[in-house]
């Protein structure tokens, strides 16, 4: 699925639709922009158990092609970091952002 | 513009009584009002129920307290309930008992009308031997004493309507039609 | 078209199966039992088909009619007094979706104490949701308002409310002509609805809204209200050239002479009618106002026709405690602005369920007749 970004400018009350809606799409706003620390995974130490996977409250972590192994989407990863705090083996490490 | 008041028992089928008179009315054309007092129903207890008959739209809509006529579908209320109250002089009081009009000691400014509803209900095996269902008896004798509706789109209604043993309803509703004693 | 006697409760869903609902989710209540059984038995044997969802919650019943109808299906619900107080919030959220739902309400006073009877308050107590208000008088009217308002609803994606009196109409059997369904085809389309759920082009609804296009959101509910002001009128017309009956926003009666004018809604405006009748016979120079849209209100028709009255009286069978009759209030707004409007006269009346008889109504008129002021409240038959 292609995620173009569509942008969105209302001026005035005419150009609303009738609800709130495409106003904060997660499809068009990506939320990533409040993160500050990068979780990387270090995959020589990744033993593919997804447990972060499991604890990602935003849907940021899938299975990368092709191998199958976890990858985190940067597109939507806020940087809470509780992957690194759940991971068993301490398989990702962090980085400041904007370094 | 008619008001009927119809007095019975929870379980004798006083309200569906009113609503076949509503079908074989609303099949001839005619507006018809047909409620229940409003309650909360027990079997056993008295209840009531109320129908307004015209040619044209009806337009009052609350509970009838002078009814042109009444209707009262178990002789044990007699006494029981306030069964006269608001009954316009002139009008009719069609009563299920075996007696004949004249035994029942109602005032002389009613007319009164008596059929043996049980008795035809039981003939006919409506509801049970301890509690016959007597309203589609006494809807027949209904359109003899007050002749709003045709006998024939009445027993139509009547074995259309019912639930069960249509045949049955029917003849009963006819038998009383045939038998009701009117004086007055 | 079919002449058959139905209760009022059968006339909602009859309108609901005529307008070919595909969702019903419902939960019993009395005096509203018998709607749903309706439904249930035509969804069972195939007369309708749509997706009957049993819940265990008028809070469910509307969130259910809610997703069924953000995903493009015509719902329907029905409740009465308590069960529509638990919907109040997904009332609400309907309304912000603009979703068209429509629902059968019937009037039932709120305990405790405990009552099973009409009055109105149950509804007016939903006047700020947004959703429209529609009060039958008759179960003709109960039918052929569901279809009116899914005509009006889809077109101004708002949601609409039939409401009609316990007893009064819910258990009153009475001659209903049930439209042939190919007219009501052609006089309601189906449902489409371009904001809904749809997988291929996916949408947040409903997210979080800064203040700064927040108030925009409100006007256009406000807006769409204001439409359907014309629109219900309009829809009224168009129907009444199939089906040969009109229903608009009020319902004015003998008011073109008329010096004292009474306001009233459902069955005791019907009641009123016949006493207005009664009342010119002796000659009084009466009318009747029947509000049948409660919401969008008719401030336009209803000035129209009260401006030109000596007096105005206002029959409430609710109650605002502590401000006191709900349509009162507002024929008070609507006549505000009008110079050297008529006194109004605002009766309290009929709670929970007390007979309004025509000797009631009647009354009103003789004790205004004899009232110069207007009065804020005046107490119809309390035992004091
Ligand atoms: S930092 Fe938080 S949001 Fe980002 S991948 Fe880890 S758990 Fe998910
Ligand atoms: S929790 Fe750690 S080890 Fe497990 S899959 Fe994630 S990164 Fe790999």
């Known amino acids: 699925m292609g995620k173009e970004e569509k942008k969105i400018i209302f001026k005035s009350v005419n150009d609303l639709p009738p609800m709130a809606m495409s106003l904060g799409t997660m499809w068009v706003n990506k939320t990533a922009s409040w993160r500050n620390l990068r979780p990387i995974i270090d995959y020589d130490k990744c033993i593919d158990c997804m447990i972060c996977w499991k604890y990602c409250p935003e849907p940021a972590i899938y299975l990368r092609d092709p191998d199958e192994r976890v990858a985190i989407d940067y597109d939507y990863c806020k940087g809470c970091l509780i992957c690194v705090e759940e991971c068993p083996v301490d398989a990702i490490y962090t980085e400041e952002e904007g370094k | ?184 | 078209m079919k002449r058959m006697a139905i209760v009022g409760n059968h006339a909602l869903s009859y309108g609901a199966l005529l307008s070919r609902v595909q969702v019903i989710a419902a939960y019993p209540i009395t005096p509203q039992t018998q709607v749903v059984e309706l439904l249930s038995e035509m969804c069972a044997d195939g007369t309708l088909k749509a997706e009957f969802v049993k819940v265990e919650s008028e809070h469910s019943a509307m969130a259910a009619v809610m997703g069924a109808s953000a995903s493009g299906a015509r719902a329907f619900t029905a409740t009465s007094s308590q069960g529509l107080a638990l919907m109040h919030e997904v009332l609400h959220w309907v309304t912000g979706a603009r979703l068209p739902v429509v629902m059968g309400n019937i009037n039932r006073a709120f305990g405790p104490p405990w009552s099973i009877w009409t009055e109105q308050t149950d509804s007016l107590s939903q006047r700020d949701t947004g959703w429209m208000q529609i009060y039958a008088q008759d179960n003709q009217e109960v039918l052929d308002s569901v279809i009116l308002a899914y005509k009006v609803s889809e077109q101004v994606l708002l949601p609409t409310m039939v409401v009609l009196d316990a007893f009064f109409l819910s258990h009153t059997s009475e001659p209903v002509e049930i439209p042939d369904q190919e007219m009501v085809d052609e006089f309601l389309p189906p449902y489409e609805n371009k904001y809904i759920l749809n997988p291929d082009d996916p949408h947040a609804f409903g997210g979080l809204t800064n203040p700064e296009w927040y108030m925009e959101l409100r006007y256009k509910i406000h807006k769409a209200h204001e439409e359907a002001l014309q629109l219900i009128e309009k829809e009224g017309r168009e129907f009444e050239k199939l089906f040969g009956r009109y229903y608009g926003l009020v319902d004015p009666y003998r008011v073109d002479d008329a010096d004292t004018i009474l306001v009233a809604v459902s069955t005791a405006a019907s009641t009123a009618r016949y006493a207005v009748d009664l009342l010119r016979e002796r000659g009084k120079k009466v009318g009747l106002l029947r509000i049948r849209v409660f919401r969008p209100f008719p401030y336009e028709r209803v000035k129209e026709i009260l401006s030109g009255a000596k007096k105005v009286i206002v029959l409430d069978r609710n109650l605002s405690p502590g401000a006191g009759g709900i349509i009162a209030s507002e024929v008070r707004g609507a006549l505000a602005n009008v110079k050297n409007h008529p006194p109004v006269f605002s009766y309290i009346m009929g709670l929970g369920g007390r007979d309004i008889t025509t000797k009631n109504i009647m009354e009103l008129f003789e004790e205004v007749e004899k009232m110069e002021e207007g009065k804020d409240i005046i107490w119809k038959g309390v035992k004091i």
């Not at chain 2, 008295?46 to 009806?58: G, H, L, Y």
């Not at chain 2, 006494?138 to 043993?165: H, N, Q, Y």
């Open chain 2, 1 to 184: 513009m008619i008001e009927i008041r119809f007095h019975g028992r929870g379980g004798q089928g006083t309200v569906v009584a009113s609503k076949i008179l509503a079908d074989a009315l609303t099949r001839e054309g005619k507006f018809i009002q047909a409620f229940p007092e409003f309650g909360v129903e027990r079997r056993g207890a008295p209840v009531a129920a109320f129908a307004r008959i015209s040619d044209t739209k009806i337009w009052p809509r609350h509970k009838i307290y002078e009814p042109d006529h009444i209707v009262i579908l178990d002789p044990t209320l007699i006494g029981a309930v306030p069964l006269l109250d608001g009954l316009k002089p002139g009008g009719w009081i069609l009563v299920n008992t075996t007696k004949k009009p004249s035994q029942l000691g109602f005032p002389k400014e009613f007319k009164v009308a008596t059929v043996d509803a049980t008795h035809i209900a039981l003939k006919y095996r409506l509801g049970s031997a301890a509690s016959p269902i007597v309203n589609t008896a006494m809807v027949g004798a209904f359109a003899r004493v007050i002749p709003v509706v045709k006998l024939e789109t009445l027993l139509d209604a009547i074995e259309e309507g019912v639930p069960i043993k249509p045949k049955e309803n029917r003849a009963a509703a006819e038998e009383a039609y045939n038998s009701v004693i009117m004086e007055g």
